[in-house]
Nanobody
Framework: QVQLVESGGGLVQPGGSLRLSCAAS????????WGWYRQAPGKQRELVAA???????NYADSVKGRFTISRDNAKNTVYLQMNSLKPEDTAVYYC??????????WGQGTQVTVSS
C-alpha cells in the first residue's frame, strides 16, 4: 500500500502562483510515475502533468509554460508549481503514484480556486 498526502491548495487571484505537494509513504520506491490530475465541477478528471524522471515529463497543452512538475525521490514527494493561474485552472487537484509492480494510488485531493 502507498499512502499519499497532498497539501498546498487554496484561493489565489488570477495571475498568482501556488505550489502543490504530495508526499508518499508506505511501500514506495523511485521507479514510479507521478502525476497530477484535476477535476472541475461537471467535468471529467484530466491529466495536468506527469513525471517519470527529471528529464521525462508530460504536460497538458493548457498548462504548458505555466506549470512545472518536479520530484524529490529522497523525500518521496512530487510538486506542482503553478504560475500565471487562470480562473479555468480552478479544480480539485489529485496526485497519483503508479508503478507496474505496485499499482496506482490517489491522493485525497486539494482544492485550487482562482478568483478575484
Amino acid at each position: 500500500q502507498v499512502q499519499l498526502v497532498e497539501s498546498g491548495g487554496g484561493l489565489v487571484q488570477p495571475g498568482g502562483s501556488l505550489r502543490l505537494s504530495c508526499a508518499a509513504s508506505g511501500r514506495t520506491f523511485s521507479f514510479n510515475t507521478w502525476g497530477w490530475y484535476r477535476q472541475a465541477p461537471g467535468k471529467q478528471r484530466e491529466l495536468v502533468a506527469a513525471i517519470i524522471s527529471p528529464g521525462i515529463t508530460n504536460y497538458a497543452d493548457s498548462v504548458k509554460g505555466r506549470f512545472t512538475i518536479s520530484r524529490d525521490n529522497a523525500k518521496n514527494t512530487v510538486y506542482l508549481q503553478m504560475n500565471s493561474l487562470k480562473p479555468e485552472d480552478t479544480a480539485v487537484y489529485y496526485c497519483n503514484w503508479s508503478s507496474g509492480l505496485y499499482g496506482s494510488y490517489w491522493g485525497q485531493g486539494t482544492q485550487v480556486t482562482v478568483s478575484s
